[in-house]
């Protein structure tokens, strides 16, 4: 039976800044702590239609350090082909649709989490976030985005760590990178980290090579209102040396060219002429002994350098771990609000 009073964590901005500073408050907690029982007798359901190392890893061991039990799933792999649109006529791969799915699971779990990177075939369906949409209206149990069209647990793991190195984030300057890859990528990771930067308060420089390169545009006015909200600041800017300067912290990703996508071959007229994007020592110089940080995994000498990577500014380490404290944080509060 559907309910829709359930909270999921789908979308940072469908939470409040004191409820999200709530959950780093506990995640900074449970970093300090060992295992415990707090989940004991529960159950999460982990659906990846994506390959994963972080997330898997963290969420796995994160249930067994609260006692409770995660159960994974691989659509297509070592379980049943899914299908998410409604009305389809099922003469495909898919061997059940999401209504039965997250029927299913929400009898067998206490929660259900999903990673589905987009399509790459057409941007105007895949903004709208439909998959796990899909499944968050026919599950009964709360539902957790592990990496969709953007990846909130990435932004607690992100937000704990600039607490932990900068202290006060509110009103640091705060760069998100747009780097060059082979190939063009999901936008994810650089649309949360626009969202949870400017909903914290901090003065947000968004860098990319060109226009074509700009976050979709309900992203760039998300981050603009997250901003006048909680007086911060948020621009878009093309010039390299300005956008570092004085920065405190600086978050490298790659991403494709909305304009092309699913179009690579032509993307790649554009990508070839931006490998100078790439995070160096040179560049770091210009920031405020800023933080550096990546949500992994990151190609070496491509996105940024090694000199960068292994030095003590990097924390790219140290959000991964926070994933596991920050993700156990998030779980414990659904099952709090959800009881």
Same mark, same amino acid.
């Given at each position: 039976?559907?309910?829709?009073?359930?909270?999921?964590?789908?979308?940072?901005?469908?939470?409040?800044?004191?409820?999200?500073?709530?959950?780093?408050?506990?995640?900074?907690?449970?970093?300090?702590?060992?295992?415990?029982? !707090? /989940?004991?007798?529960?159950? @999460?359901?982990? /659906?990846?239609?994506?390959?994963?190392?972080?997330?898997?890893?963290?969420?796995?061991?994160?249930?067994?350090?609260?006692?409770?039990?995660?159960?994974?799933?691989?659509?297509? +792999?070592?379980?049943?082909? @899914?299908?998410?649109?409604?009305?389809?006529?099922?003469?495909?791969?898919?061997?059940?649709?999401?209504?039965?799915?997250?029927?299913?699971?929400?009898?067998?779990?206490?929660? &259900?989490?999903?990673?589905?990177?987009?399509?790459?075939?057409?941007?105007?369906?895949?903004? $709208?976030? =439909?998959?796990?949409?899909?499944?968050?209206?026919?599950?009964?149990?709360?539902?957790?985005?592990?990496?969709?069209?953007?990846?909130?647990?990435?932004?607690?793991?992100?937000?704990? $760590?600039?607490?932990?190195?900068?202290?006060?984030?509110?009103?640091?300057?705060?760069?998100?990178?747009?780097?060059?890859?082979?190939?063009?990528?999901?936008?994810?990771?650089?649309?949360?980290?626009?969202?949870? !930067? $400017?909903?914290?308060?901090?003065?947000?420089?968004? /860098?990319?090579?060109? =226009?074509?390169?700009?976050?979709?545009?309900?992203? &760039?006015?998300? %981050?603009?209102?997250?901003?006048? %909200?909680?007086?911060?600041?948020?621009?878009?800017?093309?010039? &390299?040396?300005?956008?570092?300067?004085?920065?405190?912290?600086?978050?490298?990703?790659?991403?494709?060219?909305?304009?092309?996508?699913?179009?690579?071959?032509?993307?790649?007229?554009?990508? +070839?002429?931006?490998?100078?994007?790439?995070?160096?020592?040179?560049?770091?110089?210009?920031?405020?002994?800023?933080?550096?940080?990546?949500? /992994?995994?990151?190609?070496?000498?491509?996105?940024?350098?090694?000199?960068?990577?292994?030095?003590?500014?990097?924390?790219?380490?140290?959000?991964?771990?926070?994933?596991?404290?920050?993700?156990?944080?998030?779980?414990?509060?659904?099952?709090?609000?959800?009881?």
């Amino acid at each position: 039976m559907k309910n829709n009073n359930i909270r999921h964590f789908i979308n940072t901005q469908d939470w409040s800044q004191p409820e999200l500073r709530k959950m780093l408050r506990l995640a900074d907690r449970l970093k300090q702590g060992g295992w415990n029982t !707090s /989940l004991q007798g529960k159950s @999460i359901a982990l /659906l990846f239609l994506n390959p994963s190392m972080r997330t898997r890893t963290s969420f796995e061991l994160g249930m067994q350090q609260l006692g409770g039990v995660a159960i994974v799933l691989q659509p297509g +792999k070592d379980a049943w082909g @899914i299908e998410f649109n409604p009305g389809t006529v099922m003469d495909g791969d898919a061997e059940e649709h999401i209504i039965e799915v997250a029927g299913v699971l929400s009898r067998y779990c206490d929660m &259900i989490s999903l990673r589905c990177f987009p399509g790459f075939e057409d941007w105007n369906y895949d903004r $709208t976030d =439909p998959v796990i949409k899909a499944l968050a209206e026919h599950s009964s149990v709360p539902v957790v985005n592990m990496e969709t069209i953007v990846h909130p647990c990435q932004e607690l793991a992100l937000m704990q $760590t600039l607490y932990e190195r900068l202290g006060e984030v509110q009103n640091k300057k705060f760069v998100v990178t747009w780097t060059w890859h082979p190939r063009p990528l999901n936008t994810a990771v650089a649309n949360s980290a626009a969202l949870i !930067s $400017t909903k914290f308060g901090m003065d947000v420089t968004l /860098l990319c090579p060109e =226009p074509a390169y700009i976050l979709d545009q309900q992203f &760039i006015e998300a %981050a603009s209102d997250n901003a006048k %909200a909680s007086g911060g600041s948020f621009q878009v800017s093309h010039d &390299i040396e300005s956008a570092y300067s004085g920065a405190d912290g600086v978050y490298a990703k790659s991403w494709g060219a909305l304009p092309y996508y699913g179009k690579p071959e032509q993307e790649w007229e554009l990508r +070839k002429n931006y490998r100078h994007f790439i995070v160096d020592e040179q560049k770091m110089a210009l920031t405020n002994n800023a933080v550096f940080s990546h949500c /992994l995994p990151l190609r070496r000498n491509i996105k940024a350098t090694d000199a960068v990577m292994d030095a003590p500014y990097c924390s790219a380490i140290d959000e991964a771990e926070n994933r596991s404290h920050s993700q156990k944080a998030m779980l414990l509060t659904l099952m709090e609000l959800n009881k």
